[in-house]
């Protein structure tokens, strides 16, 4: 399997270089050459596997053999699944015989982010040592220095994703006192010796600002091998693919055979929904899947009127939140999904056409904000999503609703803002459709959101019901991190400088392999 850019498919990369590389030079995503069909027995055999059993399986159909060995897959998955405080990786919650809730976050910072992030950081280790290995005594390692800016969530997410990996360091900016404690503490409490936090005076716009400056100063991008591992990396979605298999199998047998089963997603730059997609194309029998987003609507408006339009946001910048992880202008991974659209479209599946096409309608977004897409592409489009805009007012009524029901269930603001739009979209399902909501965060994340709409329900205690273990004692614990007094590229430079020279050139040290 290969992989090729969604702007032109002339140059085809191995799932390393697709990994490593990230972003493709022209701008466009790295999609597969192909999507794979399932195995004619999949439903058999696949049906009671472990969680990472299930994912070596669905995950060579998109790695080549040769580049991963199935032993070596098989290795890297249980790693990054070991780390789960759930034997089940995902777990299924039952709210009703229509409506199931899909736990994603009981990996280590309590985010779906993990399940992606944490193949990702060992994915990385694992291509760097081996490149290393075939190296000569004498010549330098590679190594990767990964940057990025976070408001909260995501930064913890890759902090666990690649603290303690060899040959890669990772330094993550924030704006200083504008991260909620819980998700600074679990940022920089992190005590591995890769790992770098710098907490910028300044905005979280002032820290992307940064970062992207950063990539953009070839020199220094090239003399510290610079890597991303923001949400369009095709690994994050390949990883993400798993759940929606493994929930099926979980949850086919109780159902009524004719049943339709729907995925409904909080989305924000369409990545967790996209995994959703292709497990669909690849088979899996599912009703349209669900695209929850918050105030910030540029897909829910798309799928009403067919314009994919960032003016309107724009205007006004992003619209802050109680769902802050979804908090979005454009969504980035939308445009692998543009490709298919533009695919079906096209004649006799002519690839091709589909990569110009996807350049002419990404060329009017840059140049007008927005495109307007066919009438026929739209159809296509609402044949396999349906999308539902929720606001920060239903988001808290629902969080409260949940809470009081029998049985209760506490959700954080995102997964809120899923199951308000479920039940939005629950009117146009057939009667028998049961709904499956993914649930991104755990609600203790986003204290601020939860506390406001359980406040004076009867019998809330946030540190009783809420409050996991895990983050007791967390704000107490010593923390690491570096002062950027001034949201000043130059600053950051010095202390990635300063920490890349006070690494040991491990020249000749043994070299971890997997
Ligand atoms: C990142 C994130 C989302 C949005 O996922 P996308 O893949 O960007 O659509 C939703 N909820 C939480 C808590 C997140 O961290």
Known sequence: MRYFSTRGN???????????????????????????ALPSDWETTWKDLSFADLAVDILSLYISPLEISRAELAALVDRSYRSFRHPEVTPLAKLDDKTYILELWHGPTFAFKDVA??????LFEFFLARRNARKTSGEQPETLTVVGATSGDTGSAAIYGLRGKENVSIFILHPKGRVSPIQEAQMTTVPDANVHNLAVHGTFDDCQDIVKALFADRTFNATHRLAAINSINWARILAQTVYYFY????????????????????????GDVLAGYYARRMGLPLARLGVATNANDILARFWRSGAYDRLDASAAGVRETLSPAMDILVSSNFER?????ALDGAADNDTRAACATVNAWMRAVKTD????????????ARRDFVAERVSDDETLATIRAHFCAVPPYTADPHTAVGLAAARTIARENPPATVQVVLSTAHPA???EAVTRALHDAPGFDFARDVLPDEFRGLLEREKRVVDVPAPDIELVKRVIER?????????????ASV
């Open 369 to 380: 904000g927005r495109v307007e897409l066919p009438a026929a592409v739209l159809a296509l």
């Open 445 to 447: 994340k986003f204290s």
């Open 10 to 36: 002339d140059q085809l990369l191995s799932f390393e270089e697709t990994v490593l590389t990230g972003l493709a030079p022209d701008g466009g995503l790295y999609i597969p050459e192909h999507i794979p």
């Open 337 to 341: 999904l543009l490709w298919y659209l």
């Open 499 to 511: 920490f890349a020279e006070a690494q040991p050139a491990p020249a000749d040290a043994p070299l």
């Open 247 to 270: 929930a099926y199998f979980r949850l086919r047998p109780q159902l009524p055979p004719t049943a339709p089963l729907q995925f409904v997603v909080p989305t924000g730059n369409f």
């Open 117 to 122: 992030l944490q193949l990702l950081g060992n």
